[in-house]
Nanobody
């Protein structure tokens, strides 16, 4: 059974950092595209970053370029999202997803989603 479990969310002050984890089971990361998405209250789900693990191809939303970094650890079958210089606008539930055939920030091609982890940036 394909499953994704996110962790690492929490409350952080503006300018702080968090690292989110997306632990995968039921499939091998090396054959997958993993995307990170977020959804704030009253807003649509938006793509944050994605990676095609096989060749390391990545993509980032303009709003997070230079602040967020996606990476993977195949031994742990886990994808990470390192988030630095967090701002209040980054507050959202963050989800990881898989199922897309190419690294896209559109949520439509992804068919398996984790349960989400809350990130709150506030002083």
């Amino acid at each position: 059974q394909v499953q994704l479990v996110e962790s690492g969310g929490g409350l952080v002050q503006p300018g702080g950092s968090l690292r989110l984890s997306c632990a995968a089971s039921g499939f091998t990361l090396n054959s997958a595209v993993i995307g990170w998405f977020r959804q704030a209250p009253g807003k649509e789900r938006e793509g944050v970053s994605c990676i095609r693990v096989r060749d390391g191809s990545t993509n980032y939303a303009n709003s997070v370029k230079g602040r967020f970094t996606i990476s993977n650890d195949n031994a742990k079958n886990t994808v990470y999202l390192q988030m630095n210089n967090l701002q209040p606008d980054d507050t959202a539930v963050y989800y990881c997803a898989t199922g897309a055939r190419f690294p896209t920030l559109s949520p439509r091609p992804y068919d398996t989603w984790g349960q989400g982890t809350q990130v709150t940036v506030s002083s």
